[in-house]
Nanobody, 123 residues
Framework: QVQLVESGGGLVQPGGSLRLSCEAS????????MGWYRQAPGKQRELVAA???????KYGDSVKGRFTIFRDNAKNTVFLQMNSLKPEDTAVYYC?????????????????WGQGTQVTVSS
């Protein structure tokens, strides 16, 4: 089985920084796109940032210029560096990865999610 384990959330003051990490483990053949989503209370889950295996990244409009996504393919890990944090960034952040596993029918891509990590921006 495959697991995504997140770390790095917490409480930070406005203007501060946090780095989230997410490591994929298990019977992985390859990993395609990895990304971060967030969900604030009463709101829909939204894309924060995503990055392909080749390193091409995209960002949600609200975080452009403040957040940076990068990955270490050798360690099956994706990171989200969050700078200039604002109270409106407060949410549960979820790691997502499209992972190819080998099944009896051959390789197949599945969509996996982490358990979520709370980020709170408050003074």
């Amino acid at each position: 089985q495959v697991q995504l384990v997140e770390s790095g959330g917490g409480l930070v003051q406005p203007g501060g920084s946090l780095r989230l990490s997410c490591e994929a483990s298990g019977r992985i053949f390859s990993i395609n796109t990895m990304g971060w989503y967030r969900q604030a209370p009463g709101k829909q889950r939204e894309l924060v940032a995503a990055i392909t295996a080749g390193g091409s990244a995209k960002y949600g409009d609200s975080v452009k210029g403040r957040f940076t996504i990068f990955r270490d393919n050798a360690k099956n890990t994706v990171f989200l560096q969050m700078n200039s944090l604002k109270p409106e960034d407060t949410a549960v952040y979820y790691c997502n990865a499209r992972i190819v596993v080998v099944t009896e029918m051959g390789p197949y891509e599945y969509d996996y999610w982490g358990q979520g990590t709370q980020v709170t921006v408050s003074s």
